[in-house]
């Protein structure tokens, strides 16, 4: 393939960017298309999100994809192929206009980047959350969600509980939940030296409720104190990274019948989900309810785990989810999910494995017509 001009314009940069340039928009060229993911959050944090498992999905499905980290602290300056087709970007974003996107994937607090980058581009306004929840100015998210709802090319949503209020306003978004990749959730007998750690650490400590993911304002810390101070035979493990300081969450760390872990990288969940009996999600807050589309449901799943959890509208229906308001309930769910027979296990890494990642990004594909079928 000849060696395509190089842009006027980019001759004021140094050779080793104008070339990655080219480089990567030629594998744009070459694949089904160039899907430009705007700044959100880095590539290298320890949980993986759904930009993270979009981009994956895309670049297994035949795309080229650039993922921003120009906000984030990945070690990277211009163009870097961190995954088959998928290139992490941090630096001037003059750069990204010479690239043929075809699709800006964009989230609430980071549309504005398309008119930088791509404003003719197709865009997708994936809402993820109400714009209140995310901690961002209100005014440049409300202003980001009303321009979305009137111009975006495309509206897919995470939750049933948002969908209605959207399709007021859009009538063609489309219902696009989050996933899991359950293929990483069955290790294969393989021991992991961090699975033995944490089996030593929570040995006698079963049964074993567990939570994996952040530790923030919307996390119930007043029910999960209740149920552990009433359900003397059960244990509890967190997992995962303190946001902020609503709570005092030494306080809880400091019961004996609660183990915190600390921070769990993605890769790692695969050995530490088997370790409990049941995951937990206890959530609070009506506007974070409404949106709420956990991963760790269907990645708990994946592992064969059934769930306990606040009730939210993604979890109505799913099997293995067990819902309730408060303690009491709380812990006859754990009693439920516990008793669950072994056989029904297998139905709930099915559930997981219809539920994947890549089944979404096939979903998304087909909305914007690149592929059939």
Known sequence: MATPPVPQELNRFPPALREQVLWVASRGQERQGLIYFPPSIGWHIAAFQRPHHLARAFATLGFAVVFDVSNAADPVYGFLEVEPDIFLFK?????????????????????????????????????????????????????????????????????????????????????????????????????????????????????????????????????????????????????????????????????????????VRYASLPFLLPLADVGLIPFAGEQVLRGLSPLKMYEFLAAGKPVVATPFPEGQGVPGVFTANDSDGFINAFKRAKSLPKEEFQSLKRFAEKNSWLSRGRNAVKLFGRIGG
């Open 91 to 263: 630096g001037p974003a003059e750069l990204l206009c010479h690239l043929p996107v075809t699709l800006v994937w964009a989230f609430t607090y980071n549309l504005h980047w398309r008119i930088r980058v791509s404003p003719q581009a197709p865009l997708v306004y994936d809402v993820i959350d109400a714009p209140e929840v995310f901690p961002y100015p209100q005014e440049l998210l409300q202003r980001n969600h009303r321009w979305a709802l009137a111009f975006a090319d495309y509206i897919t949503c995470v939750s049933r509980g948002l969908l209605p209020e959207l399709q007021t306003h859009r009538p063609d978004a489309i219902y696009l939940p989050n996933a899991c990749e359950a293929f990483r959730f069955d290790p294969c007998g393989v021991v992991h030296p961090q699975q033995e750690h944490w089996r030593k650490l929570l040995e006698g400590k079963k049964p074993l409720a567990l939570y994996v993911g952040s530790l923030a304002r919307w996390f119930d810390f007043p029910l999960v104190e209740e149920v552990v101070a009433k359900a003397k035979e059960w244990h509890v493990a967190l997992a995962g990274p303190v946001l902020d300081q609503t709570w005092p969450w030494e306080r809880l760390w400091q019961h004996p019948r609660v183990t915190y872990l600390g921070m």
